[in-house]
């Protein structure tokens, strides 16, 4: 039985009010916000500054990141069954925004008097909790905006939408270890400040959508539509199987060197200087965003154009290039030469952020025929899962990548050949597993109903 409501003119149609996509996507600053700005923090505070070592930090990031992807598939599916005045989705959203931004400020207040070990432990244990509320948030959030409409070019533009309020906040978080450097008497007590501002922009934003969203009305309960049932069916799907091997291609080789470009300005650029590579990464993490925010609308046209299929793999090629230049812009000769790698970068990476949700929500649809359900968030939570599965792998693999390549946090200077072999690491990575990801791309199906 079909539980979606009557179609009504506006999903017929097509055509979404600008002010409701800006709803729904300003929930995209506290979601960029909490991928992010871990990861941006948690190595120059934990590791650089308070000496936890680099292994134990790498598993500390990556196994929340496991928790919080198990959690995302149960979320999902309590959030397709879940029935209240507010909706299926809006009460998860507004709790787990408060949540986020309440557990981000305590990340970043750690026992500093305690041992090394007990400030690792004391990192590991609000991590957890930060992904607990990460996933109550963005599950159910992610679902509400597959589900905004039924037309397959809106999807489209409504990921854009999401994009823009992404490269919105992605502007200052380039900034994040930077205002810790100069808003405290250290680094360290910067970065209790930083947590506590950040904090509440994540509950602020988050909040917006559960406020100003509204749902469609869905009647019934999927009840008899097992959890485990459910599961089945999703993974079983051959074209979202397609869609998650190629996000999970290109988010492993982008994300798994990510840390690295923290080590190779420090150590190789600007010779040690935190001042300088923390303005450095201001810069270009604007320059990076504001290019990725200029260039949504563009995508968006260009996949209704030559459809998402083709449009998609032309960005993940771009990326490619991107990283394939690294090795000559990553200089000190010409330190804002960077620029240029990631100027490449962001149009890729921004077209794998838009294309690949709307191609989702298109696969909802597939399913509503086969299932007669409406399951965006099974879908929103299994899609998050593998993405944040592999980028809890990542944050482990990188730790070892790390000592493989001979570096030690011990030492204030590293040997020429650890520098070129991260050097070497930061582009022969990406690149290769983006051309996977290409490949899975293109077994993506074209969808009839494209202009």
Not at 360 to 387: F, N, V
Not at 391 to 411: E, R
Request: proline letters at 4%.
């Amino acid at each position: 039985m079909n539980n979606t409501s009557p179609v009504t003119p506006e999903t017929k149609e097509g055509a979404l009010p600008l002010a409701k996509k800006a709803w729904w996507a300003s929930g995209a600053i506290t979601d960029v916000f909490m991928s992010n700005a871990f990861s941006y923090l948690a190595l120059p505070i934990y590791n650089v500054g308070l000496k936890v070592d680099p292994v134990f930090l790498g598993w500390a990031m990556g196994v929340p990141r496991i928790w919080d992807a198990v959690a995302d598939v149960f979320i999902g599916d309590r959030s397709d069954r879940f029935r209240s005045k507010w909706g299926r989705r809006r009460p998860f959203i507004f709790i787990g925004a408060l949540l986020s931004g309440l557990f981000f400020a305590l990340m970043w207040m750690p026992p500093t008097s305690a041992s090394t070990k007990m400030i690792g432990w004391y990192f590991f244990g609000m991590a957890i909790l930060y992904y607990t509320a990460y996933a109550i948030f963005t599950v159910p959030w992610g679902a509400l905006g597959l589900e905004l409409s039924s037309d397959t070019n809106e999807r489209t533009k409504v990921q854009a939408m999401k994009n823009v309020f992404q490269s919105l906040g992605g502007i200052f978080l380039g900034g994040i270890w930077w205002l810790t450097l100069n808003i405290g008497e250290n680094e360290i007590e910067g970065a209790r400040w930083a947590g506590v501002i950040f904090g509440l922009v994540i509950a602020a934003a988050g909040i917006l959508p559960a406020i100003f969203s509204r749902e469609k009305v869905v009647t019934g309960n999927n009840s008899t539509f097992s959890f485990w049932k459910s599961v089945k069916a999703t993974f079983s799907n051959s074209k979202f199987l397609c869609l998650v091997g190629l996000t999970m291609s290109v988010i492993f080789g982008v994300f798994v060197i990510n840390s690295f470009a923290l080590y190779i300005n420090l150590l190789y650029v600007f010779d040690g200087d935190k001042n300088a590579v923390a303005g450095l990464n201001l810069v270009v993490g604007a320059a990076f965003q504001v290019f990725g925010l200029l260039i949504s609308p563009w995508i968006a046209q260009l996949s209704q154009r030559f459809g998402k299929k083709r449009t998609l793999i032309g960005g993940l090629l771009m990326v490619m290039i991107g990283f394939g230049s690294s090795w000559w812009t990553y200089t000190p000769l010409h330190p804002y030469l960077q620029c240029v790698t990631l100027l490449l970068m962001s149009p890729g990476l921004s077209t794998l952020w838009i294309i690949a949700p709307s191609i989702l929500a298109d696969i909802c649809d597939i399913d509503e025929q086969k299932t007669g359900l409406r399951r965006e968030g099974m879908y929103s939570a299994a899609y998050a899962w593998t993405i944040k599965a592999t980028i809890a792998s990542t944050m482990v693999v990188s730790g070892y990548m790390l000592n493989w390549a001979g570096y030690d946090a011990a030492k204030a200077v590293q040997s020429p050949e650890v520098i070129t072999a991260l050097r070497h690491l930061y582009w022969i990575i990406p690149v290769s597993m983006t051309l996977v990801g290409i490949y899975c791309a293109s077994l993506l199906p074209s969808l009839k109903n494209e202009k």
